[in-house]
């Protein structure tokens, strides 16, 4: 069993710069592949980035490329997402998300592991 868990949001001020955290537990072999998805009051949830298991291929939705940086470090078994100057209009929960594919498919039903999510609140 796998068992991610997100941490870092709040509520932050439109231009601020924000690190979410997605630690994985249990059966970290089963993990290859990761993303981050978001979820808007009254909207689908939404791919955002995705990351390789080695970090060497990312891939990031083209309505945040520029602000959204995905990483992650293999030895603490932690993703990262790096979000530079904040909008109201990133306000969502954040997911993350692991599959045991390596490729950061956009689909979400392609993953099979789930965190529980972690709010961002951005103010104007």
């Known amino acids: 069993q796998v068992t991610l868990v997100e941490s870092g949001g709040g509520l932050v001020q439109a231009g601020d710069s924000l690190r979410l955290s997605c630690a994985v537990s249990?059966?970290?072999?089963?993990?290859?592949?990761m993303a981050w998805f978001r979820q808007s009051a009254g909207k689908e949830r939404e791919f955002v980035s995705g990351?390789?298991?080695?970090?060497?291929?990312?891939d990031v939705a083209e309505s945040v490329k520029g602000r959204f940086f995905v990483s992650r470090n293999n030895a603490k078994n932690e993703m990262y997402l790096e979000i530079d100057i904040l909008k109201p209009e990133d306000t969502a929960v954040y997911y993350c998300?692991?599959?045991?594919?390596?490729?950061?498919?956009?689909?979400?039903?392609?993953?099979?592991?789930w965190g529980q999510g972690t709010q961002v609140t951005v103010s104007s």
């Open positions: 990351i390789s298991q080695n970090g060497g291929y990312t």
């Open positions: 249990g059966r970290t072999d089963y993990v290859a592949a």
């Open positions: 998300a692991g599959r045991g594919w390596d490729y950061p498919s956009q689909s979400e039903e392609d993953y099979t592991t």
